[in-house]
């Protein structure tokens, strides 16, 4: 998949709001290309107690969800729709996901890609 395609894919699904007082989503959203040839995008949630998650965190979860955890390509988008590198937690656990996520490619900034096994050489293999 061309990275433009799935960058405006993260970005369709961009949509700042509250939900609460307390709650808010949707500024920063992820899309990614599983191995079974289908896109999963989300968005994150954040909460002012730590509880919310990132976009790339929801993206994942409905891709297992559907019954895949391969990932070959992933962008998340902030909310300008500029590319942001995912953070050292989502890293993690995409890459834990599946023996093969670290050649996940990664969209970081404009038409800069690393692999996920770039972007974490020392991750955890637990």
């Not at 894919?9 to 939900?19: F, K, T, W």
């Not at 070959?72 to 300008?80: C, K, P, S």
Request: charged letters at 20%.
């Amino acid at each position: 998949m061309e990275f433009a395609e799935l960058l405006y894919m993260a970005q369709e699904v961009l949509n700042p709001r509250n939900l609460s007082e307390s709650a808010a989503a949707g500024s920063v959203a992820a899309a990614l290309f599983a191995g079974d040839g289908k896109v999963y995008r989300g968005v994150c949630i954040d909460m002012p107690c730590g509880m919310g998650f990132c976009a790339e965190h929801s993206a994942a979860a409905a891709m297992v969800t559907a019954g895949e955890s391969r990932v070959i390509q992933m962008v998340a988008v902030g909310e300008d729709g500029r590319v942001v590198p995912p953070c050292g937690r989502c890293r993690e656990f995409i890459r834990q996901l599946h023996r093969e996520n670290g050649e996940c490619l990664v969209l970081i900034g404009e038409g800069e890609v690393k692999s996920l096994s770039e972007l974490l050489p020392f991750g955890w293999e637990g």
